[in-house]
């Protein structure tokens, strides 16, 4: 375990980071409720095969003792974000529509380190899972504002039933980040890791407005 605990080094060392992905363009006009149907299901779509990539060879985090302390099938949102997608653009011709480029090199970069088995890949969970228990539950709701209603079921992405209690989850997935046993070399390459998480993230949505 490290100290201070890799929970707090990983919030505290991306804080500019985390800033800088709140501020793209996309995400202000996302928060003031003004995408359009069509850049939101673009989003969706980038989002799907990032969470494709993460959640395509689970036995990485399974099959290892330390790793899989934080081995949450629950957190899963790829075949919840098919569903949305197949409601916004009403039929599944969208799985053959190209991503963007700074999408597929974040998919590339999340399967290098799954192939490698790589502790850094923790870091694109931390970011992309703690996210959606957090500033997700905000922007489920701006969906719910933004589009008619016949549109209302599609917030699949931003649901979680397994889980009851948000803060409580949030709370024993950092308890467990911090009781793997890793060194300060492994620590710092998953804040760095995380750091790029949040760059990827960046470049993606100042993208979509493109």
């Known amino acids: 375990m490290l100290n201070p605990p890799l929970s707090l080094q990983l919030r505290e060392g991306t804080q500019d980071s985390h800033r800088t992905a709140e501020s793209t363009p996309f995400i202000r006009v996302f928060f ?3 995408l359009s149907i069509s850049q939101y299901r673009n989003f969706l779509l980038q989002l799907f095969h990032i969470y494709s990539a ?4 689970p036995e990485v985090l399974y099959n290892d003792p330390e790793l899989q302390k934080i081995y949450f099938p629950e957190l899963f949102r790829s075949l919840r974000l098919s569903k949305d997608l197949n409601l ?3 039929k599944e011709d969208w799985k053959s529509i ?4 700074t999408t597929q090199e974040y998919v590339d970069r999340i399967r290098f380190l799954n ?14 899972y703690l996210g959606d228990l957090s500033g997700g539950q905000a922007m489920k709701k701006i969906v719910l504002k933004m589009f008619p209603e016949e549109y ?3 917030i699949s992405f931003y649901e979680f039933p397994e889980i009851s209690n948000f803060d409580d989850f949030k709370n024993e997935y950092r308890s467990r980040l ?11 390459s ?3 890791e995380a750091r790029l998480a949040f760059q990827f993230n960046t470049k993606i949505t100042g993208s979509l407005l493109e």
């Open 115 to 128: 192939n490698q088995k790589n502790y850094a890949l923790v870091a694109h969970h931390y970011t992309r």
């Open 190 to 192: 998953m804040i760095q």
């Open 32 to 34: 003031s409720g003004k």
């Open 152 to 154: 209302h079921t599609g």
């Open 88 to 90: 916004f653009f009403g």
């Open 54 to 57: 993460m959640e395509e060879n």
């Open 178 to 188: 911090d009781s793997l046993s890793i060194d300060v070399a492994v620590g710092q």
């Open 98 to 101: 190209p991503i963007l480029q």
